[in-house]
């Protein structure tokens, strides 16, 4: 079961994070949209509180969302996706059409992205929890791997007191090790859902191009996108405001 976060009422709205993050990441949009909605933040596999399992593919991971519905009886849901949880995002509209009223995708596309984690990869693996470290000690470990300063401080937030005196990361890092191929997969050729559908693209990122808008609308014919100026990839932590109002026009 994954691990989640409910918080007010009416129709369900799932956020689900991307990779290496957790449902900790959107707390503060969280309670903003719960003033709508009843909404659910999760933990993805291999990610915060949730399951670890060598098992790790879009597949497994909308599967998971899935059941998660089904157990507590969602229906009729919106759904937005950033990045990784974008792509889970999709893959369960696809595969689930009739769960989905509207999905929102944050910053990420259909298509194949290659591998472009194996820096990060390489630091988190270079901290040596045997050696008891501080989190200081991992950040200036990951520091040598990873220059950028609010990019390091999203992987810390996944540190935490395993027991006194031993700190460990929330995620299943030997997974993503294993799986890493994984989370540049496209979706499936033939994948399709045709209800109203938001892409919001970052204006300084590169996820999402001009030229990926046909295969968008091959996938999702009803699809809008818009942009945000001047903002990277983590587009809903850079200017949460205007990403609240985009996505809260879309869905009311």
Not at 70 to 89: D, F, N, R, W
Not at 182 to 189: N, T
Not at 222 to 235: D, Y
């Amino acid at each position: 079961m994954l691990f989640s976060k409910i918080e007010g009422s009416g129709q369900p709205l799932l956020i689900l994070h991307g990779f290496l993050g957790m449902s900790d990441n959107w707390k503060s949009l969280a309670t903003q949209f719960a003033a709508h909605f009843q909404v659910h933040t999760l933990d993805l596999r291999n990610h915060g509180r949730s399951l670890h399992s060598s098992e790790f593919s879009y597949a497994i991971m909308a599967q998971d969302v899935f059941e998660y519905c089904q157990t507590h009886e969602l229906s009729s849901i919106y759904i937005i996706g950033h990045s990784m949880g974008g792509k889970v995002a999709m893959t369960l509209a696809t595969t689930h059409p009739e769960l989905i009223s509207k999905l929102i995708v944050a910053d990420i596309g259909p298509k194949f992205y290659p591998q472009h984690h194996q820096l990060i990869l390489a630091g988190l693996n270079a901290v040596d929890f045997s050696k008891k470290p501080t989190r200081s000690d991992a950040e200036i470990i990951l520091e040598k791997f990873i220059p950028d300063f609010g990019t390091r401080q999203f992987l810390l937030k996944n540190l935490y007191w395993k027991e006194p005196g031993q700190l460990a990361f929330r995620f299943n890092l030997a997974a993503f090790n294993e799986n890493l191929d994984q989370i540049g997969q496209a979706l499936p050729e033939h994948a399709q859902f045709s209800k109203p559908t938001l892409f919001i693209r970052g204006g300084n990122s590169n996820y999402i191009l001009d030229s990926d808008f046909n295969d968008i609308k091959k996938h999702f014919p009803l699809a809008t996108i818009q942009t945000i100026a001047e903002t990277g990839h983590w587009l809903h932590a850079e200017n949460p405001t205007v990403f609240y109002n985009v996505v809260v026009s879309f869905l009311i």
